[in-house]
T-cell receptor
Framework: DQQVKQNSPSLSVQEGRISILNCDYT??????FLWYKKYPAEGPTFLIS???IKDKNEDGRFTVFLNKSAKHLSLHIVPSQPGDSAVYFC???????????WGAGTKLIIKP | DTAVSQTPKYLVTQMGNDKSIKCEQN?????MYWYKQDSKKFLKIMFS???????INETVPNRFSPKSPDKAHLNLHINSLELGDSAVYFC??????????????FGPGTRLTVL
């Protein structure tokens, strides 16, 4: 049962443009969402998070938007840089159980 | 200075063998985790320890046994390895208990291949 879905296995974006990575979830009890970035042969590293009481959180070039009614969140990276090429994982947790439920990841490729 | 380290990085072994993967964190965190990344790339929690005490034990075969000699180490021992155990195993740690929203710090992963 896939509670967190990242439907795009990969995404290719021109350097300098905006990258938009999407994530959908099915469990309305999720109230905290995180994005992690993963380079090959390394573990995931935390990027940015958002609580369900907010609809936007920004950190430098990275902004996460949350649409609770649509059960959808997105990560915007602007401007995209070559070093942003990585796999991006969306993860969610709910108040009663802070375990992270992960999506399958989206591979972002930034073209020079 | 590696924050969360795992050894070995690669492990190739025959079915039926017993193997261990070691994990150490030098961040002073209280909680450590083991995840399995399957062939579909999903990360699934296997175990969580807080201060050497088992907190989370997901539906994992009892062939998998975590051991935490101290709060900086969480080793994973696997008995009677099966083909389906082939995966990448990640260790992680976080500063507070599992009932915390703090970010988790991951090791580089151990790619286990069972032949």
């Amino acid at each position: 049962d896939q509670q967190v879905k990242q439907n795009s296995p990969s995404l290719s974006v021109q350097e300098g443009r905006i990258s938009i990575l999407n994530c959908d979830y099915t469990n309305s009890m999720f109230d905290y969402f995180l994005w992690y970035k993963k380079y090959p042969a390394e573990g995931p590293t935390f990027l940015i998070s958002i609580s369900s009481i907010k609809d936007k959180n920004e950190d430098g070039r990275f902004t996460v938007f949350l649409n609770k009614s649509a059960k959808h969140l997105s990560l915007h990276i602007v401007p995209s840089q070559p070093g942003d090429s990585a796999v991006y994982f969306c993860a969610a947790s709910k108040d009663s159980n802070y375990q992270l439920i992960w999506g399958a990841g989206t591979k972002l490729i930034i073209k020079p | 200075d590696t924050a969360v380290s795992q050894t070995p990085k690669y492990l190739v072994t025959q079915m039926g063998n017993d193997k261990s993967i070691k994990c150490e964190q030098n961040l002073g965190h209280d909680t450590m985790y083991w995840y399995k990344q399957d062939s579909k790339k999903f990360l699934k929690i296997m175990f969580s320890y807080n201060n050497k005490e088992l907190i989370i034990n997901e539906t994992v075969p009892n062939r998998f046994s975590p051991k935490s000699p101290d709060k900086a180490h969480l080793n994973l021992h696997i008995n009677s390895l099966e083909l389906g155990d082939s995966a990448v195993y990640f260790c992680a740690s976080s500063p507070d208990g599992p009932n915390s929203r703090n970010e988790q710090f991951f090791g580089p992963g151990t790619r286990l291949t069972v032949l």
